[in-house]
C-alpha cells in the first residue's frame, strides 16, 4: 500500500457494509488502541472505520488488511466520521482538535478503548492502575505477583497490549491495566473491581486547559462507577490525594497506604516492616528484602501487595513475587558504569515528580540531563534537591529556556545539547569518577525522539559507544 493517502475498502467487505445494520463506530487513530478496538469492534458486530491522520505503522496496516477492516490514513474524512453512532477517540488525540469539537457538538457519543473493552469484557475482573508517577512500576508488579501466584491474568493498557485486543484475542479472568488521565477521559460505564491511585502531581496540564482542578478529576473518575463490592487502594500520603479525596463521592471500600499513621484495613511501612491488611487476610514482610530499592517503590510495593491481598493471591507467593521483581526498562535502569562514572537511564521519567523521585534517589554528586517538551512544569519543586545533589544539568530539548531560567542561580553549569550523543558526551566530559550521569528528562520526549522509549535506548546505544 505504501503511503498513499486513501480510503482503503476490502472488496470482500464493501458489500457486506452496505447491507448490514450494524451499529456505525469510527474509531480515531491506528495506534496499539485504535487498531486493537477496531479487531475487537468487528468481532462483536460493529460496522467499523479507522481514520488516522498521520499515515499508519505497516504492522498496523497489515492488521488492519487481514481483518478486512474499512480505514484511512494521511487525513479525516469529516462527512462519513459524523456519520457514526459512536465515536472511539485513541488517547493521543487532543480536545481541542477541530474534528473532536465537531463530533462533540453534533451529540455523537465519544467512549475510549478501555470503555470499549470493558463492554465486552464479560465475566472477566479488573485491576485498575493510574496516577502521575508509579503506575507503571506498580501494574508491572501487580501483574508480576498475579502471574506469579497462578491467577489467570494479562498486563494491559498502557503497558503491554492493548486492553481491548486481549479481550478480543486471548480473554482473561483478570486484567491488570495501566490507566491514563485521558483514557478515563472517555469512560462512560468502566468499572475497576480494584482501583488503585498512586499519587497526583501537576502533568499534562497542556491537556486540561492549565487547570490542575481538572486533572484531578479525571484521575477520581476511575472510582465514579464502582460499588460497594470493589476496592479503592490509594496512597493516603499524597497531598492531593489528602486534600481532594473528601470532594468525590464514592461507593467502594478503602484501602489507604501510607508511612505515616497504621490504617485499619490498608498498607503501612513502620520500622523496616510492610503490613498489609484487607478483608482477613494480614501480610508482614520486610522492606530489606524488595527487589526494588527508594522509598517511591515502597509505596509501588504497597499498592502492589494490597491488590493481591484483596485478590487473594496467597501470603508465600506474595513474598515471593515482591522478592523477584526486576526493574523495568527507561525507569531507573542501570546502564553502565565508565571510568568510574555510573549511568542511569530513568527515560520514562516524563514530569517533575518523576525526577524528584529519581533525585531523592541518588546518594552520589549526579550530572542530570533535562530537557524535551515541557507540559506545563513548576521546576521549583525540584529546586532543593537540585541544589542539593546536582553539580551540573546538560539539557537536551529544542527549547530550553525554561530549564536555565529556573536553576541558573542553583547549579554552576547548564550546557545545551540536541540529541542522545551529544548530551551523553557532554555529560560524561562534565562528570569524574565516582559521579552519576541521571537522564530524567522532567519533560515529554516528541521534540527530538519519537516517544520515551526512543529516547531512553538512545541514550543507552551513546552510552555504550563512549
Known amino acids: 500500500m505504501g503511503n498513499q493517502k486513501s480510503i482503503n475498502h476490502p472488496p470482500q467487505t464493501r458489500k457486506d457494509l452496505r447491507t448490514k445494520s450494524m451499529s456505525k463506530l469510527v474509531i480515531l487513530g491506528a495506534g496499539e488502541s485504535g487498531v486493537g478496538a477496531a479487531i475487537l469492534a468487528v468481532k462483536e458486530g460493529y460496522q467499523v472505520f479507522v481514520s488516522d491522520a498521520g499515515l499508519i505503522l505497516e504492522k498496523y496496516k497489515s492488521i488492519l488488511a487481514e481483518k478486512e477492516i474499512e480505514y484511512e490514513e494521511g487525513k479525516h474524512s469529516e462527512e462519513r466520521i459524523l456519520e457514526a453512532d459512536e465515536v472511539m477517540k485513541s488517547p493521543g ?10 463530533i462533540r457538538s453534533s451529540g455523537i457519543p465519544v467512549i475510549s478503548e478501555i470503555e470499549l473493552a470493558y463492554r465486552h469484557k464479560g465475566g472477566s475482573r479488573i485491576v485498575g492502575i493510574t496516577g502521575s508517577n508509579g503506575k507503571t512500576t506498580t501494574t508491572s508488579m501487580t501483574y508480576h505477583i498475579c502471574k506469579h501466584g497462578g491467577l489467570d491474568c494479562a498486563m494491559v493498557g498502557n503497558i503491554g497490549i492493548s486492553f481491548a485486543k486481549q479481550v478480543a484475542e486471548d480473554p482473561k479472568q483478570w486484567y491488570i491495566a495501566e490507566i491514563s488521565s485521558f483514557q478515563l477521559d472517555d469512560i462512560k460505564e468502566f468499572r475497576p473491581d480494584i482501583a488503585i491511585l498512586t499519587n497526583i502531581t501537576e502533568d499534562h496540564l497542556d491537556r486540561y486547559e492549565y487547570k490542575f482542578e481538572n486533572y484531578i478529576r479525571s484521575k477520581f473518575s476511575i472510582i465514579k462507577n464502582q460499588t460497594k463490592t470493589d476496592y479503592f487502594i490509594f496512597c493516603a500520603d499524597d497531598p492531593t490525594i489528602k486534600q481532594h479525596i473528601k470532594k468525590f463521592s464514592f461507593q467502594s471500600n478503602p484501602l489507604p497506604y501510607t508511612m505515616q499513621k497504621e490504617p485499619n484495613p490498608g498498607g503501612f511501612i513502620r520500622n523496616g516492616q510492610m503490613s498489609l491488611q484487607a478483608g482477613n487476610e494480614t501480610l508482614k514482610m520486610s522492606i530489606y528484602d524488595f527487589a526494588l530499592k527508594g522509598i517511591h517503590n515502597q509505596y509501588n510495593t504497597l499498592a502492589a501487595g494490597l491488590a493481591a491481598v484483596t485478590i487473594g493471591i496467597r501470603k508465600d507467593k506474595i ?27 530513568d527515560s520514562k521519567a516524563t514530569n517533575v515528580n518523576s525526577t524528584w523521585y529519581a533525585l531523592e534517589s541518588m546518594q552520589k554528586p549526579v550530572v542530570l ?33 525554561k530549564i536555565h531560567d529556573a536553576f541558573q542561580n542553583d547549579v554552576p553549569v547548564i550546557v545545551n545539547t540536541g540529541s542522545a550523543i551529544e548530551a551523553v558526551k557532554s555529560s560524561f566530559q562534565l562528570a569524574v569518577k565516582g559521579d552519576i550521569v541521571l537522564l530524567s528528562p522532567a519533560c515529554a520526549s516528541f521534540d527530538l525522539f519519537k516517544n520515551y522509549e526512543d529516547r531512553g535506548n ?5 552510552v555504550r559507544d563512549l
Open 319 to 345: 513474598r515471593e513475587a515482591v522478592q523477584s521483581f526486576e526493574s523495568l526498562e527507561h525507569r531507573m535502569e542501570y546502564v553502565s558504569t565508565v571510568r568510574g562514572v555510573e549511568f542511569i537511564n
Open 458 to 462: 538512545q541514550f543507552k546505544e551513546a
Open 369 to 401: 540531563i533535562l530537557g524535551g517538551i515541557d507540559k506545563g512544569n513548576d521546576y521549583s519543586l525540584i529546586r532543593d534537591l537540585v541544589k542539593e545533589k546536582v553539580k551540573a544539568i546538560v539539557c537536551m530539548g529544542l527549547d530550553n529556556r
Open 93 to 102: 488525540i487532543p480536545e481541542k482538535s477541530s474534528l473532536v469539537i465537531k
